[in-house]
């Protein structure tokens, strides 16, 4: 599975509305907002803060990215944002925690 630019939350406005009107989970190593579109495909927005370093920055977008990609088919017309918080340190091992979060809470059909 792919992940096309269709796949992707891009626009600002999309990223202000989930702050505003969405589901929200909360977990130990990352946010996960969700909110109702109207693409018939599920699709991913990630925010990390700019101030963490480059590399483990890359890391942790990719991960979420191949997490989602394995599991976009199962999920409903949802956009998700996934949020790094700012009070996480991220570490060379924070993106293998946040990889193991998501896939522990998307293998399921019911995500929230």
């Avoid at 796949?7 to 909110?35: G, H, M, P, W």
């Amino acid at each position: 599975m792919d992940y096309p630019k269709s796949a992707r939350v891009r626009k600002r406005q999309e990223y202000l509305n989930f702050f505003q009107k969405s589901d929200v989970k909360r977990l130990d190593s990352c946010t996960i907002f969700r909110i109702q579109n109207n693409v018939d495909q599920a699709r991913l927005g990630i925010t990390v803060k700019s101030r963490v370093n480059s590399v483990y920055r890359n890391k942790l977008k990719r991960q979420i990215k191949e997490v989602f990609r394995l599991y976009r088919c199962e999920m409903k017309s949802f956009d998700y944002n996934v949020v790094v918080p700012g009070h996480i340190k991220v570490d060379y091992q924070t993106p293998k925690k946040v990889r193991q979060t998501l896939e522990r809470i998307w293998a399921h059909a019911n995500i929230f």
